[in-house]
């Protein structure tokens, strides 16, 4: 059973650049969230997505956006990139809304941003 | 809104040594609680999970986690220290079972041998 996969798992941009980062939940979850991690903190919650739709969203600027698709993987792109953008992104997903909810993420091993 | 508060972002120990890390919450629902543990250049795992039933939780590892309500905590605690536990352990919580979890800022593990 494949667990959360993400891709790629490194990559590096200038500033104002744009980037897309990619997400396949494990097997048979139906919701997947983002988060960034910066140097030395934890987590901090992006945005989570159920039957393609954004539900909920954390503290973050429009820049940043997602997609959730029919077979539940989800991308997240974020444009006009900042140095301050520099992080490990991490994608999380659950079965969460079909009443199975304890709020246990499975999350990937992260997609590490560098903006230059 | 809910916070994490983990006190000390480095803790070291000998190995063998009890493992004690200290994570206070605050939350205006009875709230979900978790502990992660994140090895270098990898994902979370999960190490345990408090989700109102009984108040000593027991994960993985052999890591446990006591929930009391009066003191707003949920540290987490090993009798012995392994070389392999040398990990950044994060704490979090969530006020319902829709996923969205905030993270203490986390406290790395150090085991000496």
């Known amino acids: 059973d494949a667990g959360v996969t993400q891709s790629p798992t490194h990559l590096i941009k200038t500033r104002g650049q744009q980037v897309t980062l990619r997400c396949s939940p494990k097997s048979g979850h139906d919701t997947v969230s983002w988060y960034q991690q910066a140097l030395g903190q934890g987590p901090q919650f992006i945005f989570q997505y159920y039957e393609e739709e954004e539900r909920q969203r954390g503290n973050f600027p429009d820049r940043f956006s997602g997609h959730q698709f029919p077979n539940y993987s989800s991308e997240l792109n974020v444009n006009a990139l900042l140095l301050g953008d520099s992080a490990l992104y991490l994608c999380?997903?659950?079965?969460?809304?079909?009443?199975?909810?304890?709020?246990?993420?499975?999350f990937g091993e992260g997609s590490r941003l560098t903006v230059l | 809104a809910q916070s994490v508060t983990q006190l000390g972002s480095h803790v070291s120990v000998s190995e063998g040594a009890l493992v004690l890390l200290r994570c206070n919450y605050s939350s205006s629902v009875p709230p979900y609680l978790f502990w992660y543990v994140q090895y270098p250049n990898q994902g979370l795992q999960l190490l345990l999970k408090y989700t109102s039933a009984a108040t000593l939780v027991k994960g993985i590892n052999g890591f446990e986690a006591e929930f009391k309500k009066s003191e707003t905590s949920f540290h987490l605690t090993k009798p012995s220290a392994h070389m392999s536990d040398a990990a950044e352990y994060f704490c979090a919580v969530s006020v319902s079972g829709y996923s969205t979890l905030t993270f203490g800022k986390g406290t790395m593990l150090l085991v000496s041998p």
């Open positions: 999380a997903s659950s079965l969460v809304f079909r009443g199975a909810g304890t709020g246990e993420l499975f």
